[in-house]
């Protein structure tokens, strides 16, 4: 199976597949739409498949197949509740005290945790017992954009790997094999989030892709030095968090580009089309 860009993920966990020394506790971080869920599931395929072939999941087996289909019994994503959609303290103990079930139909049983943004200390403290002597068929892996939301005594005891965008070579070959995208929508997607395959996707189908409108439109107003038409620009961004979030996100690599042109002309790795 393949995973676009993600070898700075698949190597270390092949390596500890063939090794026989699986860890326990994984943390993947990254911004919105690099692929952390996917990378998840990478791995519990990684300790579930049927025909690993070097360390590498076949990604075709019953196992592989159930985990992508989100419909494998041991393979559990907790609910998350409230306005904030945070993992509670409740939660996490019937977690706690599920991992001491058997597995139902494996040799292991994984708990994804998506989205840990805002895991409060108290709800860590329960999680820091439990991944601390793990049962041997226990795994856990938790997502988030920073490290910085896990406490210092929970991060000790996970292996942390970031999620890299891919080039925008390898995004655009991971939006051309779906199938469903011209070549014109894969271009201004791949122009606007670069790498983040995710959020090209999110672009194409509609969502994001205002912000990318916006974020062109407040690009050509300094190049123009159109002062007017800048602050007109910014004001539609509105009160969305989300939006400034994107827009923030896209100007960064506009700049990236521009200093990376200014500084090494055409030898610069990556060139912004928005």
Known sequence: MTLFG???VTEPISAMVRKGRMAHGFLLTGEKGVGKQICAKYIAKSIMCENLQDGVPCGACRQCRRIDE????DVITPERSGKTLVYSAETVREMYDDAYTM????????Y?????ESLQERTQNILLKLIEEPPEYAYFIFTAQSKGTFLPTILSRVITLGIPEC???ECAAALREKGKFTEEQIAEAVGAFHGNIGRCESCIDGEGLEAAQLCRKIVGCMAASDEYGLCTALNE????????????GMLDKVMRD???ARLYGENADRKSVV
């Open 112 to 116: 994804i945790l998506p989205d840990c």
């Open 6 to 8: 993600k070898q700075s």
């Open 103 to 110: 597995p139902n139909d494996c040799d292991a049983k994984i």
């Open 167 to 169: 080039s925008d070579e």
């Open 70 to 73: 989100d419909v494998h019994p």
């Open 258 to 260: 521009v200093c990376a």
């Open 237 to 248: 961004i509105g009160e969305s968090r989300d939006k400034v979030r994107d827009i923030l």
